[in-house]
């Protein structure tokens, strides 16, 4: 019987979000780290690289684009060498690169230069997650996987929220000196999450945990790879609807804020209220809300929930417009909480599936092509977003309306051609 007393709560609550010790805890202290760096990074670096830097920001978008655009391209490629070397040297060698490329952040002059350095961040980011995937795959077994990666995203939202706010203080502070401490710390912690890796190591040779069918493939790298995961038409599938679902993403931190500074009443500080609020859901519930996506086909079904809850608050919003600050304001908070908790499902859903659906001694490729759908949403969105929401008066909404909802209902099917959703995958709890 949990503790009903605050202190009994926040007692379940740690047990819960924090990691067991061993290899989930270090797998969690990493994401905290590298958590931290991107919100120091992330927040700083639009006026880092157009104030510091000297770049246009037009010019910093585009080149941004073209960035993502190499990153999807990398991704792959990177994931099959993961399978060959293992995750953990590669992303070691991820870490080491990126401390380098933020260092020569600082010593940029021009604009090509930025192209070229922002390139390969955007290649060594968008691959660090399908290797961490990877990662947590070969030191977890069965169900674990999926709870210790929905731990690792509470960690996530904790040190990015804990980055963002000593970001904010170099901004307030704005010298030069001070936004180039912002990318020398995020160098740093690459440094630092280099340290935490080399202490971590696989041990899925005598891993009781670990099927018979993944040992024994792992002998079978090699041969396997000769068909490239791209081949994998129902995987690849799988990935983009659920990379589209993903398009929350643009949706609360470009759509929603446009359409509530020029459509609503409500105060231009409900923009960061509605930020802040989901950080502490996905912070305190995305633990519970994973813990029956273990399974294939139990994520489909969490996905298709996923898509309909999306669906339902872009249903909602359009109904904030002009209606006064205070109603328009609770319209948001409603439409917002609807789509905090399609959030919840979709990211616990997408680990289900991309552990479950790869085929084993091949995580490192297929967790690679399942973050195309992601990459492809980051390319993609805010464009999309600022087109839908921002431009066609409230009809956009219910096109996304519909867009989440039918993705949602083709998740399931999805998983049922791909021949991979039954008992045979069903996970072995680690001892």
Do not use: K
Request: glycine fraction near 10%; aromatic fraction near 6%.
């Amino acid at each position: 019987m949990a503790d009903p007393y605050p202190s009994g709560v926040l007692r379940d609550w740690l047990r819960q979000t924090v990691p067991a010790p061993g290899a989930a805890r270090r797998l969690g202290l990493l994401t905290l780290i590298q958590s931290v760096g991107l919100g120091v990074f992330i927040t700083a670096s639009a006026v880092f690289f157009t104030r510091t830097i000297g770049i246009p920001a037009q010019r910093v978008g585009l080149a941004l684009s073209v960035a993502g655009l190499c990153g999807l391209l990398c991704t792959v490629p990177i994931g099959r060498l993961a399978d060959r070397l293992g995750p953990r040297p590669v992303l070691i060698a991820n870490f080491l690169l990126a401390s380098a490329c933020f260092v020569a952040y600082c010593l940029v002059r021009g604009y090509a230069e930025f192209i070229a350095l922002a390139s390969v961040v955007a290649v060594l980011e968008t691959s660090a997650g399908g290797l961490q995937a990877s990662l947590t795959h070969a030191l977890m077994g069965g169900d674990e996987r999926v709870r210790v990666s929905a731990q690792m995203r509470s960690l996530f939202n904790l040190g990015f929220l804990g980055g963002a706010a000593l970001a904010g203080i170099a901004l307030s502070v704005g010298t030069p000196a001070a936004l180039y401490g912002t990318v020398l710390a995020n160098a740093a912690l690459q440094l630092v999450s280099v340290a935490v890796l080399w202490s971590t190591r696989p041990a899925r040779t005598t891993d009781p945990s670990v099927p018979a069918d993944e040992a024994s493939a792992a002998d079978e790298i090699p041969r396997l790879s000769r068909n490239s995961a791209l081949r994998d038409v129902r995987y690849v599938a799988v990935a983009l609807v659920c990379g589209a679902l993903e398009l929350y993403q643009p949706l609360l931190t470009v759509g929603l804020p446009l359409w509530i500074v020029t459509t609503t009443h409500a105060p231009t500080p409900m923009v960061s209220g509605i930020l802040i609020l989901d950080t502490v859901l996905v912070l305190l519930f995305q633990v519970a809300v994973s813990r029956n996506a273990e399974t294939p086909a139990a994520a489909a079904r969490m996905l298709r929930r996923a898509g309909l809850w999306l669906a339902l608050a872009c249903l909602v919003f359009p109904l904030s417009a002009g209606r006064g600050a205070v109603l328009d304001s609770a319209v948001l908070m409603g439409g917002a909480s609807a789509l905090i908790l399609g959030e919840l499902y979709q990211a616990a859903a997408g680990w289900g599936l991309a552990f479950g659906l790869a085929p084993a001694g091949r995580q490192g490729e297929y967790q690679a092509v399942f973050s195309l759908g992601r990459g492809l949403q980051q390319f993609a969105g805010p464009w999309l977003m600022t087109s839908l929401v921002a431009g066609t008066h409230g009809v956009g909404w219910l096109v996304l309306a519909a867009l989440f909802a039918a993705l949602g209902l083709l998740a399931p099917p999805l998983v049922r051609a791909s021949g991979r959703s039954g008992d045979h995958r069903t996970p072995v709890t680690t001892p």
